[in-house]
């Protein structure tokens, strides 16, 4: 039987990514998760609609909520939770959030302001006094560490401290870090939001969606908001994320590696006028001297690395965020962002340089 936490010797994360949320160990069980394809269920057990519970969601509930010690809810999307997240906020509550971050997440928030259902307060997320001071009179402080796409880094234990002087929650988008490499409950967050969808799940296969709350009372409000937004999981899109997390500390390693590599390599480049990489993660951006019609051309004439939108997956991916209307201005028009995969290093490092030198 697979060892357990316990207070005096706890399961490293590397562990806890191949252990958490398997069913019992009993002789001739699956050592997976099933994918449970059922809406409804027999009535009289603790599952009966799959709306508001199904086991295959749980399995993937009881994994990311280990890895992020709190109590977990996922969703049918990123955009899911972070509504989900936004529905609990009172009317008129004030909100504070980086100017720039998760391009739905930015227009969502705009979107409640411009209606009058919240006050927006704007800061940048490696501001701390500027965020303290935002929060006063907040319900919610709203980060990104590191911003997407900017690569802010906040201060969390500064900044969450001072929002909870002031009275305020916090809720951390920890879908850059992943848990491998922050824990933001653990420095005193209330809700942690992740899209699955990108590292978690890992493979570029599936949309979803979690929270995760410190507090498992906050984290039933959260599920309610599920059923009632009618936001659930499919099983078997719960299964792949469930099935790609096993993997996410050899992924993370792996694309930390080359991100920190070509990071210092870019820096030297002479079509590369800024990168940003907070010296952690598989996260990177650059800005090009060429400006945006440069960055065009780098994205479309790479052949290693995949010209899409997204991140976190096995498959290094760039792009030139600015291409969408709705992202925020505050983005340099050239900055182009750079998800790194698990890819040979070499290779990766010689398709990005041919295609910066066809910007020149």
Not at 81 to 88: F, I, P
Not at 186 to 208: E, Q
Request: net charge negative.
């Amino acid at each position: 039987m697979p060892s357990t936490p316990s207070p005096e010797r706890p399961l490293s994360v590397e562990t806890v990514v191949v252990s958490a949320g398997r069913p019992p160990v009993l002789p001739g069980q699956p050592l997976n998760a099933p994918i449970v394809p059922s809406s409804a269920f027999h009535a009289g057990g603790d599952v009966e609609y799959a709306r508001e519970q199904a086991p295959t969601t749980s399995a993937l509930e009881a994994a990311i909520g280990a890895l992020e010690h709190g109590t977990a809810v996922a969703f049918s999307s990123g955009m899911a939770a972070a509504n989900a997240a936004m529905d609990l906020v009172p009317m008129g509550a004030v909100v504070v959030a980086p100017s720039a971050a998760y391009t739905g997440v930015a227009v969502r928030l705009r979107e409640l302001a411009a209606i009058g259902r919240i006050e927006l307060r704007i800061i940048e997320a490696d501001d701390t006094a500027a965020i303290a001071a935002a929060c006063t009179g907040a319900h919610l402080l709203w980060l990104e560490s590191p911003t997407n796409p900017m690569l802010q880094v906040a201060d969390l234990p500064a900044c969450i401290a001072a929002a909870h002087a002031a009275g305020a929650q916090v809720l951390v988008d920890n879908t850059f870090a992943t848990p491998i490499l922050q824990t933001p409950l653990d420095l005193g967050a209330d809700i942690v939001m992740h899209s699955v969808t990108k590292a978690l799940g890992g493979h570029s296969d599936l949309l979803m969606g979690a929270l995760v709350a410190r507090d498992a009372d906050l984290a039933e409000e959260l599920r309610i908001r599920r059923v009632l937004l009618g936001a659930a999981p499919g099983a078997f899109d719960c299964y792949l994320a469930l099935r790609g997390i096993r993997t996410l500390a050899l992924r993370v390693e792996r694309a930390q590696s080359n991100a920190s590599a070509i990071a210092a390599r870019l820096a030297e480049h002479p079509a590369v006028s800024r990168v940003r990489y907070p010296g952690f993660g598989t996260m990177a951006a650059i800005e090009l001297v060429g400006g945006i019609a440069a960055a065009d051309t780098l994205c479309g004439s790479v052949q290693v690395w995949t010209y899409a939108t997204s991140l976190g997956g096995v498959e290094s991916l760039l792009e030139r965020r600015r291409r969408w209307p709705l992202e925020s201005a505050t983005v340099p028009e050239s900055l182009v962002r750079l998800s790194f995969g698990i890819e040979g290093l070499e290779d990766l490092w010689a398709d990005l340089d041919q295609a910066l030198r066809t910007t020149t």
